[in-house]
C-alpha cells in the first residue's frame, strides 16, 4: 500500500541529495514520464523506462547542481498521487504519478507554473 506522504517525502529527499539509486528505486521498469523539460531529451517530451529517466535526471542535475526542491502539499488518488513542491528558484510544479500493484510508479507527469 502506498503512503503517498511518504512517498513524495523520499522523492524529495532523494532529489535533494542527488542520490539517483533511490530516486530511480521508486519507479517500476516501465515508467513513462511527461515533462515539459523532456522535450529537450525526446522529441515527444516522453523519458521511456528506467535507464532513460536515470540519464534525464542525472543531466538534469549536473546542469543545474544547485536545485533544491521544498514539498508544499501532497493529494491522494487509487493508485495515484499528485505533490506539489517548490524550487529554489520560486518555481512551483504539480507531479501526479500513477502506480502498479507492486507500489512502483508507472507513469508520471510535470505540471509547472512557468518554464523559465
Known sequence: ????DKWAAS????????DLDDLIG??????HLRSPFAKVYAE??????????RSYWG??????????LELVAVYTGHLALS???RDNNGRNCLETIL??????????TACLDRLR
Open 11 to 18: 522523492w524529495i529527499e532523494a532529489w535533494n541529495r542527488r
Open 99 to 108: 502506480f502498479d500493484e507492486r507500489d512502483k510508479a508507472i507513469f508520471e
Open 44 to 53: 515527444d517530451g516522453v523519458i521511456k523506462g528506467k535507464e532513460a529517466l
Open 26 to 31: 521508486l519507479y517500476g521498469d516501465g515508467i
Open 1 to 4: 500500500m502506498i503512503f503517498p
Open 59 to 68: 543531466e538534469v542535475m549536473r546542469r543545474i547542481p544547485e536545485l533544491k
Open 83 to 85: 505533490f506539489h513542491y
